[in-house]
């Protein structure tokens, strides 16, 4: 109960009262609910944003306008999205099957939203730092796979079957240097828990991971190459490859399912860029320690974060409208050529780095002992 | 409270979902239940205070057996399978004809007669697991553990790891002589160009 929002709340004189008259037990469950639902709403919400961003990022790039009707500067284009989505008729293919197509978008969705679990937005406000944070959010964001998977068998049709596999193998795929530059970070924080893995990012950003040491400068760029893979962005959007599968394993989604599936993505994208700020780039710390011990300085965190998430997000959306889609050879070959022996490379040079300097970082080693 | 809320949803989840694999005669409807089983067993380990297993099952099992099974079932034609069984048995899936039964029959029933055997006192186990509501995470001593004391169990097992991934690099690894059907394709392609 340490480690949970539901504690944090707790130390609060009037939650305190509340948890006086309705018990310790029952006011945890409501705290646990209400900031579900808020970061639920706060995703849900980022996510349709991202495709606003999408759009409207793309035709920066290529010298359009995108949307621009509904609202200022076609703000509120993702209500009329979102509505439209809705009210569209729900096709199923006659031969499809029907059970696993139904629960398909289901488990894509599920898979991503079950990491928010973990997501630490600040130092309190995380719904709960497990021991095995970092552990749990790969592990449970397998799902998305098998929701691809799935929605591209069920829909019995030959471009979703196609898309399905490639997501599968894919995202299987880079599953491993992925998870070996988490690794390296692991390695340098000493704890699989997200608090442990930030902690020592404080400060400056000197103080990030991503500057450590030059094996985790290069570990960086492995890491976010892969989620782009393991989201199934651009230039690795094979999945979904329009000009070859239609649209891949949601060629037969109609309305809200395909608005599902649509979510998950965008919202994956958010939740693993999220995750590399917490990695390399000092996650949600704010220099020279404001208004510490203060909610303010959790608000303030959750600004940090936020704002180099969606420079990130920013990243991903420039990457996927500048670069051409790869073949299904040259994808296999930069993962398993490139990407997994550059991975182990960097684990193994992590290791020996900490061994040999103590565990200090580079800059660390420069200027004496650094500031903190 | 909360671990007692956490046990009853899991089983409920791995009993039922065992249920309906059991029953299904779609393998690939199977395989999702199958997934409903894993997750619920990862709930288990939850209740016992095993974070890192818990995380470890939905890690492999989730991530990487239920897909190859996914694969497997649907590269070999996940088909309704006609039950194969004799004429009263035709209610059960195929699983072999009435000797097998008969044979079955007789296992679960010394398998349940041991069961209860060794469950009459599951009701005074159970107010112990009600008690008990203290929680330590275990990744710390699984850590010290592996490097320590089980050391050779580790670099052994890394060992059958190590040889799984050179044998699959073995079979993927692409032949030196080019099969017949992609000569016959650039020749086609060839004999196009040569029309046009």
Redesign the interface.
């Given at each position: 109960m340490e480690n949970t929002i539901a504690g944090y709340f707790l130390s609060f004189a009037p939650v305190q009262h509340l948890a006086d008259s309705l018990g310790v037990?029952f006011t945890s469950f409501l705290i646990f609910f209400a900031f579900c639902t808020l970061f639920l709403v706060i995703l849900a919400t980022v996510g349709g944003f991202g495709t606003i961003a999408e759009r409207k990022i793309s035709a920066d790039l290529q010298a359009r306008i995108g949307p621009n009707r509904v609202g200022p500067y076609g703000l509120f284009q993702l209500i009329a999205d979102g509505i439209k989505m809705i009210s569209k008729e729900d096709i199923m293919p006659r031969s499809a099957?029907k059970?696993?197509y139904y629960?398909a978008p289901f488990l894509s969705l599920f898979g991503v939203v079950c990491t928010i679990a973990v997501m630490p937005f600040s130092k309190n406000l995380i719904l709960t730092d497990?021991?095995?944070g970092v552990?749990?959010a790969?592990?449970?964001s397998?799902?998305v796979?098998?929701g691809i998977?799935?929605g591209g068998?069920a829909s019995n049709s030959k471009w979703s079957l196609l898309g399905g596999?490639r997501g599968?193998s894919q995202i299987?795929s880079y599953?491993i240097p992925v998870t070996l530059t988490i690794m390296m970070i692991v390695l340098i924080a000493g704890g699989?828990s997200f608090n442990t893995l930030v902690a020592e990012q404080a400060g400056m950003p000197w103080n990030w991971y991503i500057f450590h040491n030059p094996f985790t400068f290069i570990g960086f760029f492995v890491f976010f190459i892969s989620t782009l893979a393991e989201t199934n962005r651009a230039p690795f959007d094979l999945p979904e490859a329009e000009s070859e599968l239609v649209s891949g394993y949601h060629t037969e989604y109609t309305g809200i399912r395909f608005g599902l599936f649509a979510l998950a993505e965008y919202i994956e994208i958010f939740v693993v860029s999220a995750v590399s700020v917490s990695l390399f780039l000092g996650g949600y710390h704010i220099p020279f320690g404001l208004l510490e011990g203060t909610f303010s300085n959790e608000i303030l965190q959750f600004g940090s974060l936020f704002l180099k998430t969606c420079a990130l997000y920013y990243v991903v959306i420039w990457v996927r409208w500048t670069f051409p889609r790869l073949r299904v050879d040259q994808l296999m070959s930069i993962c398993w050529k490139y990407l997994t022996p550059i991975a182990i490379f960097n684990l193994v040079g992590t290791a020996i780095w900490i061994v040999a300097f103590d565990g200090r970082s580079m800059f660390d080693l420069f200027f004496g002992s650094g500031v903190h | 409270m909360f671990a007692n809320i956490l046990f009853s949803v899991s089983s409920l989840l791995v009993i039922s979902s065992c249920i309906l694999m059991m029953w299904t005669k779609n393998l690939m409807h199977s395989c999702v239940y199958l997934l409903g089983v894993l997750i619920g067993v990862a709930g288990l380990y939850l209740t016992l205070g095993a974070d890192f297993v818990a995380a470890t099952q939905i890690m492999v099992y989730v991530g990487g057996v239920v897909i190859l099974m996914l694969f497997a079932v649907m590269l070999t034609g996940g088909k309704d399978y006609q039950s194969q069984t004799q004429k009263i048995l035709n209610l059960f899936p195929s699983m072999g004809n009435k000797y097998t039964f008969m044979w079955g029959v007789g296992v679960a029933f010394v398998f349940g007669c041991t069961l209860i055997y060794f469950f009459r006192n599951l009701f005074s186990v159970i107010k112990v697991i009600e008690s008990d509501d203290s929680y330590t995470p275990t990744i710390e001593r699984l850590g010290e553990l592996l490097v320590t004391d089980h050391l050779v169990a580790f670099e052994i097992s890394s060992v059958l790891l190590l040889g799984a991934l050179v044998g699959a690099a073995i079979i993927a690894r692409p032949r030196k002589e080019r099969p017949a059907f992609i000569d016959d394709i650039v020749d086609d392609h060839h004999h196009d160009e040569e029309h046009h």
């Open positions: 037990g099957d059970f696993l629960l497990l021991n095995v552990f749990y790969i592990a449970i397998s799902l796979g098998v998977f799935l068998y596999m599968a299987i599953e699989l | -």
